[in-house]
């Protein structure tokens, strides 16, 4: 069974992403594309030649959710949550498991 991950707050405006072991990252830039322009954007990883591109975030077709999409799974987290965390009013949210199928 995937493990529930966490979205948290990184230095200059980055958004953490952790799953299991893993870790990824939207950058700043990345996530006022998502949030305000409706945008897919890239879920990075740091690796020993820079970053790398590990997945992808959107919107759901709502517009009430964010998808992640990563090789560690794939999980939703509600809008208000995600922006919470983005503006640092909270320390951290749960990402919720997707189930396989369906991508809301």
């Not at 992808?56 to 709502?62: F, V």
């Not at 794939?74 to 320390?91: C, K, M, N, T, Y």
Request: hydrophobic share 45%.
């Amino acid at each position: 069974m995937m493990e529930p991950g966490t979205l948290s707050p990184g230095p200059d405006g980055v958004l953490r992403i952790s799953v299991e072991a893993e870790r990824y990252r939207i950058d700043a830039g990345d996530i006022r594309n998502l949030l305000f322009y409706g945008r897919v954007v890239p879920i990075t990883q740091a690796a020993a030649d820079g970053l790398v591109i590990e997945g992808h975030a959107a919107m759901n077709a709502s517009g009430k959710a964010v998808m992640l999409h990563t090789r560690a799974g794939s999980f939703i987290i509600p809008l208000i949550s995600f922006q919470r965390v983005a503006r640092g009013e909270a320390v951290s949210a749960p990402l919720f498991p997707l189930v396989p199928g369906v991508t809301g």
